[in-house]
């Protein structure tokens, strides 16, 4: 296993169209956080998932923002509608129910131009 | 108030000297995570702790569970310790710090 892997690691698109991010979690993984950071900032909590059940979502995820993970292995978010303000950092983590420890993937910048 | 806060934001040395990074939570935990992001962003997890301090090369990490603070310490730093260090704290999620930017110059 190769630890948690986000596809692509970059992104730029123009504004107004729709991405979508991929997160890999390590595989015997039950939950799965998504994250947003922006220029200077620490991460900021969107959303996570405990196998395919989506247990929180944050005010900052908007209608334009939606996760899913379907078979509670792999995760998408994706952004609609794209805005320059959604440009950041989307950071995925993975960890075990009940465990402490995280691992955290590379990362997506998004750049909206 | 945030849950979890880091001090000081930002940090600048000169090549050599210690380093303290701290961070102050609020809530309940099972671990708390010490990160490395360099620019380009890739996180490292550098650090888990539940209690006491654990020591890998020049880094030093403590928590103190019942102030709910936690100690990041760098000796001898050098300007490859360039980085956003950020403190993570797991309680039924994973919460982050703001960061603390350090500038090592030779």
């Known amino acids: 296993d190769t630890g948690v892997s986000q596809d692509p690691r970059h992104k730029i698109t123009k504004r107004g169209q729709n991405v979508t991010f991929r997160c890999d979690p390590i595989?015997?993984?039950?939950?799965l956080y998504w994250y947003r950071q922006t220029l200077g900032q620490g991460p900021e909590f969107l959303t996570y998932?405990?196998?395919?059940?989506?247990?929180?979502k944050s005010r900052l995820l908007s209608d334009r923002f939606s996760a899913e993970r379907p078979k509670g292995s792999f995760s998408t978010l994706e952004i609609q509608r794209t805005e320059q303000g959604d440009s950041a950092m989307y950071l995925c983590?993975?960890?075990?129910?009940?465990?402490?420890?995280?691992?955290f993937g590379q990362g997506t910048r998004l750049t909206v131009v | 108030k945030n849950e979890v806060e880091q001090s000081p934001q930002n940090l600048t040395a000169q090549e050599g000297e210690f380093i303290t990074i701290n961070c102050s939570y609020s809530?309940?935990?099972?671990?708390l995570h010490w990160l490395q992001q360099h620019p380009g962003g890739g996180i490292v997890s550098l650090f888990m702790?539940?209690?006491g301090k654990k020591k890998h090369g020049r880094l030093i990490a403590t928590i103190n569970i019942q102030e709910k603070h936690s100690s990041l310490h760098i000796t001898a730093s050098h300007p490859r310790d360039s980085a956003v260090y950020i403190c993570a704290v797991r309680a039924d999620k994973l919460i982050f710090g703001t960061g603390t930017r350090l500038q090592v110059f030779p």
């Open positions: 702790l539940s209690s």
């Open positions: 809530v309940g935990i099972s671990a």
């Open positions: 595989s015997e993984h039950n939950r």
């Open positions: 998932f405990q196998n395919e059940a989506q247990l929180e």
């Open positions: 983590a993975s960890s075990l129910r009940g465990w402490p420890e995280a691992f």
